[in-house]
């Protein structure tokens, strides 16, 4: 008989590990245990060897649907061994390494309960097992046990105590396992505080009642699994035009929840890899393509052609949308730029204004977690946002970042995510949002010593941006002086490209890919505002290769969210004003900036009055945008004008071959970097305005002819640089035209092109760049 110890490492905690261990030993006829600990799942067994192998085996194949083997080691046991039979062990507390799961959707079994009038979980709508259910909201602290999460205050009643201890059921060890007899309850009340009458509405119960309310156009703020929503009857304008007033959110797209996937293919084109990421455990928000002949309410995602849906994915959501057949609003519960509120109390001072009634429960949220978003182009899936479902799920780094200090990546400003980087693997924070909102950023202070005590992480090395006035850089610093850690400033592009090297498994000793980073903006080596950089980057150092030509951000910040300021100062890069008034004068755009007093706009940025330069992308978009007449004026959230020209863009104009269409950048060398001067292409942009070419087809030309001077460029690094990848990354390719049209054109060059798929390509996959950095830079100065 041989005696082994088997370390399992991974998801292998609260996903119904142990029971499939337990099972297939029983199988197998092995004696031994099996209990959880700070490392993950450890195994004792002891039988033939042939009959342990054959076990190891199966463990792989019948893993549980939220469980990931990440190790597997075996090794002989030579302890003491006094077992009869094969039983499950009380956990074990010890150093930290294992994984936690994220929050999974209610799996078929559940579903099958809750609308089963026969079962005891009928209409209950914390239903849960070890196969869905919450996670990462309710914990506390590792091993994933109850005393240890938020459910510590609901003691099993019997039955629910029977079906916990026995191992061939489904709720096995599900530490949030509860009904209606022990477990948290949702009940109703009004906004008003006056008290809810049954007979003011047909209803099974509480939770039933909402999607009457939901009917009769009420706002309703649901408590669901990581926070609270706004949700309100998406096929009724008058009802999302007073959730977008009461919210004060104007322009910004609502997400959608919908029954099933039928009704979502009223409206929206649904291909197979989308129907996969809609009904599956992180069951995300997925943007699909609007059908155009028949639409919600335009005020549902204005200047859009693309609507954000996602499927129940809480018993509590799946019981509200049981009689209704239209899709409902499901936003953020949270006052405008503030994160979601998550506490009872909370919820009813702030979003009374704005909700008629409040869905409650008792179920303490730990741990806020927002809706993913994702996308799917190119057969690729997208991250735009990641969170719920997939956070903290670790990312698996490439070749030679095995034996690493502990690292902890502060993040970015805006869309910020924080990472934890532990031997060969970075565990990113769930979407905490901007930073400047300081409830928001006491929010990420509070998740930031979650995450350190859950894990256990005392980092040795701590990686910030390199912009001096980040939040998420300035608490680096003061958490690197006050515990005196070392201290990595990254430069913000670099971060990008090192991200997107890192997911796509490029391992750390390879020669530099070229990374373009296009984003917003973000503090450049040079210290001036970076944004549409060509850097030749491996791990460690990176050699800036061709920008944009600078141009004055007039205002400052002003500038993100008023476009016409970036069109002024691209045109004034192009012209004087006095020549843009004789040629121009005519046009709809020129008029408009002559009532801004361009005399002084000039004045501000000759004198550099807080116009600092900018080689953005983001802000190039902005200009464009507002020159044929989109977010002219403003924009309520960043990113908007872009968004809304990529909407209108002309597909046949971008499937035309036709070189005479498209609008000509030029290239210029200067101390060993290109810069891309766009002001000719400013002057085609403006004669096509004065010939009454149409906004769509514009903003079609614009984007084909920027992917065409992107990949110009790209072939003339290569010919005097050595890379054999070339990395999209930033804020800006997200816009699917762009990420589109380079990304073939590059492959069509036989150029290997390197793009997000698993972290966002925005600031939110910024912390991973900037931990893997740190981590080479380590690693290069102890060899």
Not at 81 to 94: K, T
Not at 118 to 127: G, H, L, N, Q
Not at 673 to 693: A, E, G
Request: charged share 25%; net charge neutral.
């Amino acid at each position: 008989m041989r005696m082994e110890e088997i370390r399992v490492r991974g998801t292998v905690q609260g996903v119904g590990f142990r029971p499939t261990v337990y099972r297939l030993a029983k199988v197998y006829g092995l004696k031994g245990e099996v209990y959880n600990d700070g490392e993950g799942v450890l195994i004792r067994v002891a039988g033939s060897a042939e009959k342990i192998t054959a076990f190891v085996d199966k463990l792989y194949e019948e893993c549980p649907p939220l469980a990931k083997i990440n190790e597997l080691v075996r090794s002989q046991y030579l302890g003491e061994f006094d077992f009869d039979d094969f039983v499950i062990s009380h956990s074990v507390n010890s150093v930290i390494k294992t994984e936690i799961s994220a929050d999974a959707a209610t799996c078929s079994h559940c579903q099958k309960e809750i609308f089963d009038p026969f079962s005891r979980y009928f209409r209950y709508p914390f239903t849960n097992c070890t196969h869905c259910g919450p996670r990462l909201s309710i914990i506390r602290a590792i091993p994933y046990d109850r005393n240890n999460t938020s459910m510590v205050k609901f003691p099993m009643c019997g039955e629910c105590e029977k079906e916990y201890q026995d191992v061939e059921n489904r709720r096995f060890h599900a530490q949030p396992v509860a009904c209606f007899t022990c477990g948290p309850r949702a009940w109703l009340e009004r906004a008003d505080g006056k008290p809810v009458i049954a007979d003011m509405f047909s209803m099974l119960d509480d939770v039933d009642a909402v999607c009457t309310l939901l009917q009769k156009e009420n706002i309703v703020a649901i408590k669901g699994l990581g926070g609270f929503h706004l949700a309100c009857d998406a096929t009724q304008e008058n009802a999302v035009i007073k959730l977008r007033n009461r919210k004060q959110r104007y322009h910004k797209p609502f997400a959608l929840m919908a029954r099933d996937i039928n009704i979502i293919s009223e409206y929206c084109y649904i291909n197979d890899l989308e129907k996969q990421l809609l009904s599956s455990p992180a069951a995300p928000i997925v943007l699909l393509t609007l059908k155009p002949d028949k639409k919600l309410p335009s005020s549902i995602a204005p200047g859009q052609t693309t609507l954000g849906f996602m499927l129940p994915y809480t018993p509590l959501h799946h019981l509200i949308l049981r009689r209704m057949k239209n899709p409902i609003v499901l936003t953020s519960g949270n006052i405008s730029d503030e994160p979601q509120c998550i506490d009872n109390e909370d919820a009813k001072n702030k979003l009374s204004k704005i909700a008629d009634y409040f869905l409650l429960h008792n179920r303490d949220i730990v741990n806020r977690v927002d809706d993913s978003v994702v996308r799917v182009i190119d057969n690729k899936i997208q991250t735009l946002r990641r969170a719920r479902g997939y956070a903290p799920a670790p990312i698996s780094l490439p070749s030679g970042f095995e034996k690493i200090s502990l690292i902890l990546a502060m993040g970015s400003e805006l869309k910020n995510t924080f990472c934890l980087l532990r031997e060969g693997e970075a565990i990113l924070s769930q979407h905490l949002g901007d930073l400047e909102n300081a409830a928001a950023f006491h929010a990420y202070q509070e998740t930031l010593n979650l995450y350190l005590n859950l894990f256990a992480h005392q980092p040795e090395i701590i990686a910030i941006d390199k912009h001096p006035e980040y939040l998420s850089s300035k608490l680096g610093k003061e958490l690197a002086t006050a515990n005196q850690i070392k201290l990595n400033e990254i430069q913000h592009h670099h971060a990008h490209i090192a991200s997107c090297m890192a997911e796509n498994q490029i391992p750390l000793n390879s020669k530099p890919v070229l990374g373009i980073a296009f984003d917003g903006l973000g503090y450049g080596g040079d210290g001036t505002l970076w944004g549409g950089e060509f850097l030749l980057a491996d791990y460690c150092e990176y050699q800036r290769l061709a920008t944009f030509k600078p141009i004055p951000m007039i205002g400052g910040e002003q500038a993100i969210y008023q476009p016409w300021r970036n069109t002024f100062s691209q045109l004034i890069n192009a012209y004087t004003w006095e020549e843009i008034t004789e040629k121009y004068k005519d046009l709809e755009i020129i008029k408009f900036l002559e009532t801004k007093k361009p005399k002084l706009l000039n004045q501000i940025i000759e004198k550099g009055i807080n116009s600092p330069l900018t080689s953005s992308v983001g802000r190039l978009f902005d200009a464009v945008a507002a020159a044929i007449g989109i977010c002219r004026e403003q924009c309520t959230y960043e990113g908007q004008a872009a968004i809304e020209m990529e909407a209108i863009a002309d597909l046949n104009i971008l499937n035309n071959d036709k070189e005479t269409l498209n609008y000509f950048f030029k290239f210029e060398k200067s101390a060993n970097i290109y810069y891309i001067d766009t002001s000719c292409t400013w002057r085609q942009i403006l004669n096509d305005i004065k010939q009454q070419i149409s906004p769509s087809e514009i903003a079609a030309k614009f984007h084909k002819s920027l992917a065409i001077s992107i990949v110009t460029i790209v072939k003339k690094l290569r010919q005097e640089h050595q890379f054999d990848h070339v990395a999209l990354t930033g804020g800006v390719f997200q816009n699917r035209i762009l990420l589109e049209q380079v990304k073939m054109r590059l492959e069509k060059s036989k150029i290997n092109v390197l793009t997000h798929s698993k972290v966002p390509a925005n600031d939110g996959g910024l912390s991973l760049g900037q931990s893997v950095i740190a981590a080479a830079k380590y690693l290069k100065k102890i060899t």
